[in-house]
């Protein structure tokens, strides 16, 4: 049969990036204990394509996917799907990101209940023949915040909601940055964490430890700004905290991005 | 050319729903005060098919939307939509319906600021060949809710949250239903109103009022429940209320349906 | 500490539905060949909340949904959570669903080759004080649709696209419903199975076949009410076929429920 | 009343961007033929925050959106608000995103019927001081795409799918691009455009139009990107192809940046 895509194209445009997106399979994130949690990640994986070249040859691309999926993952095996596919295609640059739910756990203040909880994170890299892979990492965790605004002007009670904090952070070659410390840092930065979780004495605890902690989204996006900084091994970070505000129907949120060192 | 639409089938299938979805059109709603509001509508509209015919005309639903898009809709226009697509397509039973956002003004309860709260609203309609229009209209409103379970066990503050009422209702045939009467009576019923815009000496007032009315979901639903009962006209309705939580990463939430008188 | 939620309310509305929504956890579904499919699944837990009641104690049902969650689901493990909520709650009924992706594996028609389709999948139960379980399933898997009337009037080629068709069903007590079989019988009922991996002579032949059997989405819907009327022990079941036109920018669906024999 | 957000912020810390987001407000577009269409816009606006202060005042955002709301908008009242909003925050930089559904109409190619299409478009401006506005406009526009691959290699037929272009763009300063001429230009990329309403000698053309013209996503996106050069006035575009693939649970895509001439 005749294979269209390696037909010449005569129209010079080198394309920078394509590949497949929308792609969902499952696969083994290490926890900081050793064990391993399952993820069902949605995935884009995309390649270059030299100007003569009609078009690459998609089914590659699943085919690569499927030979990593169900199986542990973390930079190091994406720089080796990345290899695994520039091979396979030819290319001179690879990309990839899957986004996924991890879940920590967390422990209620006062009455010490554990439960799940679930956090929006990612994995991206993009390589190039011969150089390293630039990794990323992206951590959501969500938080309380209550309004120092609010506070100081109401004779009692203050404003509070839900708001996330989202990073994306670039690390040393051997630095391993975990979920479960970024859980820990990050989801401090609020004037409370938030918990599945909490029973009559935790909600107490929660409540008093978020009045007298009061904070703006940009309280809390400079507090997050500073913990990275303190985080051993970050390169580069970038911090969005994002409120869900209870009085508005829209949001309040803030941004920041950083090279550290 | 030959309709392969109409061609019999043997199957022996009546089909009860075949129609179009994800159509997206302008139509104009009037507000309250005589004037008009443009709105953005995802549309479903949908009729029967006998089990003799093989398929119906997908262009004609188009052709029919196409028609009265651009232009005032109400119950009494969705009557003659679905009318008229029964008509076209020689259909025993049509149903339509169309979401969209409808824009109320609020005031700031201090200040008296003006500003646009967006409403998440619905019209659906069933029309059977020889029966009256069903007709139902769909409101969604957010409020503010300040926990009392939270406020009792504190010393200080007590946690809050965003929230939404949302309704469907029925009403008496020539009983007109104002989103704006809907976001006055809905809109009241959590801790405190939501409002786009605030300054100030208003999130003073709103953060006060909030804490001095502390009400669960149950609560917010239940007064819900007791304000459509007392709306004039309403035949039916549907009331769910859900919080989304700021001490935790999911929503509690509260639905109730009943037939009125 | 005061228990307020256990506080007398006079508003005389019992309500009937008060829980969880927006929760996510991981479950195990097992598979038909006999190992376990982790599954990250959304879940919606309720009870009912007599009328002398203030509030409900919203934590126990995280608390529930805790103690059975990393752990194998099915209807008889839905049956327990119900009961177990039921009577932490004192409550007379309680609902619960969860969604999730499932993955099922395809064999490519011509090479072989294996891959994972990726499929929402949902399990629902109702249960009363006193009554059976009332257990729902849902299943959603893709196909290719080929137009018959473009394939009839023009005189090469047909448009073709995505579609889905989406199941949910009721089933005798003792029978078990995989989801791999609903996967193989739903699957074949658009104009070609929709599979992620195809080599050249694999998408030779899934043209070819889906080109030899042109459907309309009216056709997948009948052809998928037949199939579901021959699978052994089920009661009751609805059928929803949306294609995602190709030709235009909104979808074309078809729908039909029936109760069985 | 105290104004906790003009406090001393001792952290040391300029933030990059603080503002609004996920607000809905009206606008007006201005169409090619010189009349009005009503937009519903989700808008995003931001600006710096020196270290020395603690908070922005958010009401001022919707302050200034609430003054430009349900009036016209272009790229020039992008570059007032924003100035506005410096003025009135004394920041150095302001940020602004509205994303909005945008209606071109078609001609159905062989009876000539006229029916809307629904485009998702985009205005973004950011300014600094002393600088001119960098203004970016998005459009995307769906498409049928026929697979070269499947039709060289079937006997008959040849897989096809709905996809979409998506581009962003600046232009020169006093250059207008309006999103009918994008439509036309971008929407003829694929192997045949979409249309709202088709006849059915209209779906014979289609059919037969893209079966004569078969392209891949890369086909697509290098057509596209000559498409864009050749428009007069752009100095730096965005192509992004993806196509819903039929014969996949998937999508391909494909994606090119340049700055031009």
Redesign the interface.
Known sequence: ?????NLI?E?G?A????????????FLIKTKSGSWQ???AEIEL?VD?PQEF???H??RF??VL?DW?QKPISSNEIKLILRDIMQRLNAQRAEMSMKF?Y?VERSAPVTG??????CDCSFSGIMEQGTELDFMLGFTI?Y?S?????K???????????GVIKVKLRSERDTIIWFEDLADVLGNQGS?P????????D??F???V??ENPK????I???A??SMRELTGITWFEVEC?N??????????????ETVG
């Open positions: 049969m005749r294979d269209v895509q194209d129209r445009i394309i920078q990036k394509v590949g497949v997106s929308d792609v969902y399979l499952p399952t993820v069902l995309m394509l009609k078009g690459t998609m089914s699943i085919e499927s999926s739910k879940f209940l554990k439960s799940l909880l679930d969500p309380t209550v309004c120092p605004c609010s100081e002007i109401a004779e009692y009670g203050a404003h509070n909601q839900r409370c938030v918990y599945p979780l909490l029973k009559r004495e909600e107490k929660v409540t008093e978020a009045y703006f989204v940009e309280d996006l400079r507090d700004v500073i994002k869900y505000e209870s009085i508005h129907n829209h949001s309040a949120f803030a941004a920041h991005t």
